[in-house]
Each structure stands twice: as C-alpha cells, then as structure tokens.
C-alpha cells in the first residue's frame, strides 16, 4: 500500500526534552530545540475552565509544587504554579505552559508538535474533541506544519476525529491489546505509536498493509535505536537528546 505524506523528523524530543529540563515546560522545548530537534512530543489536557495546558500526571505534585488533581483547577489557579523546581534550581520558577504558548514557539521556529491528548479521567471525548479544535485554530495559519494528535485512550481520538478530522492522528500502544487493529482502522489513524518492545517485522509489515506509519516510545539507547532504524521506523521518540543528534 502506499503510505500517506509523512512530513515529520525522523527524531523527536520526549516533552520537549524532559530529562534534562522539567518536561512538558517552554524551557524543556527551548533546550531541545538546542540540541538540534526539529520536533517534539508532549501532553495535553484540560483545565477545570477549559484551557488546554501541558502536564503528564493527573494529579500535580510530582512536576510541580501543586496538589490533587490538575483538571480540577482552574487556569489561573495553575498559571501560578511552580512547574521547574521539582527539577532543578536551575529551573525554578518555571511555569506551566498552554498549548497556545508551545504552538508559538513551534512556529516561530518552523518545528513540528506532537501532542499527546492525555484526559483527566472521565473527560476522555470532550479532551479529545477541545485540544484538536484548540489545534487547528492555533495551526490554521501554518498548514505544513499541523501537528499529530496522539493518544493511548481510543474515546480521545474519537473526539479528535470529530473536532479536526483533518488533523492527522496516531493510536499509542503499549500492549496489542483485543481489537486494536479494528479500532485504529475505524479512527482512521495514520500512524502507531508503540512502545519500542513491541516492534517486530511482523507488526512493521502489518502496519504497512494499513498505511500505517510506526513509530517507537521511549527510545534512549543506541542499540535500540538502531533496532528500530533497521526495521524502518519513520519516528523515533526519546528523552535523550543530548545522545542522539537528529537529522533530516
């Protein structure tokens, strides 16, 4: 099968480059931008008022000095946090970032976004549904660099198909879970989005009869790497960009 344009860096930086900088924070894209990475990944979801604001965790108090549960608070209520002193002195003070403040950095740069859509628990196809909506309102001057809406939770990329059907999507897997395949075909992904243990040449080959681009999470070893290159992944996501210099 021929596969869809695949526009994307082979390489992209894991919340920006959330190991050596607090994840999913301006600093973190800053500093993989730094390193030479031409796109990144992170993870949105929503606040109690509706703004889409980047954190992995439902909760707050492991990348920031907040507690319970993040989509319970209001914007402003985060907007006041500290999301960089977890991380290092270096960093503190480091606030939260919204999706819009991210779609300005990617663009002034030219980069690409990966977005992973993670929902408070309970509001997976209203997530799904406000971020793809926020993205293309946000991309709808730069239409060759749209981002690719990803998500483990099928009901948030339902949303998402919904919102932006044109925006591409990409189903996360960390287990061939029953009915995988059926549920990405009737989302209409054009990518998957594995964890590196599970590529194999058989699933490069079904993924192909799909026209389904592949791609691996979360990849920082060179042997792995070159695993994954072998097997003729199209992206590569890792934490360590400081290791691996991306290229086009």
């Known amino acids: 099968m021929a596969l869809p344009p695949w526009p994307y860096p082979l390489w992209i930086a894991h919340r920006g480059a959330g190991k050596l900088a607090p994840e999913n924070t301006l600093a973190a894209f800053r500093l993989g931008a730094a390193h030479g990475y031409r796109m ?10 509706g703004v889409v604001f980047l954190l992995h965790d439902t909760t707050l108090e492991r990348t920031s000095n907040g507690h319970g549960v993040a989509g319970e608070r209001t914007w402003t209520e985060l907007s006041r946090l500290d999301a960089g002193g977890w991380h290092s002195r270096a960093f503190a003070g480091e606030p939260p ?15 690409w976004l990966n977005i992973e859509i993670k929902p408070t628990p309970g509001a997976e196809l209203e997530t799904g ?9 946000l991309w709808v001057h730069q239409p060759d660099r749209l981002p690719l809406l990803t998500s483990f939770r099928p009901e948030s ?58 791609l691996a999470y979360t990849v920082n070893d060179e042997w792995a790497a070159e695993r994954l ?9 890792t934490d360590r960009v400081d290791l691996f210099a991306p290229v086009s």
């Open 40 to 49: 990144y990944e992170c993870d949105a979801k929503l606040s109690a008022d």
């Open 97 to 111: 970032a919204t999706l819009a403040s991210v779609a300005r950095h990617c663009q002034a740069n030219r980069h």
């Open 129 to 137: 549904r406000v971020v793809a909506a926020e993205a293309q309102r």
């Open 157 to 214: 990329l339902l949303g998402a198909k919904q919102a932006a059907p044109d925006l591409p999507r990409g189903l996360l897997l960390d287990t061939l879970w029953s009915g995988w395949e059926a549920q990405a075909a009737d989302l209409q992904v054009q990518a998957l989005i594995c964890n590196q243990a599970l590529w194999d040449r058989p699933l490069v080959r079904l993924a192909r009869a799909q026209g389904w681009r592949m």
């Open 229 to 237: 290159i072998d097997l003729g992944l199209d992206g590569i996501i």
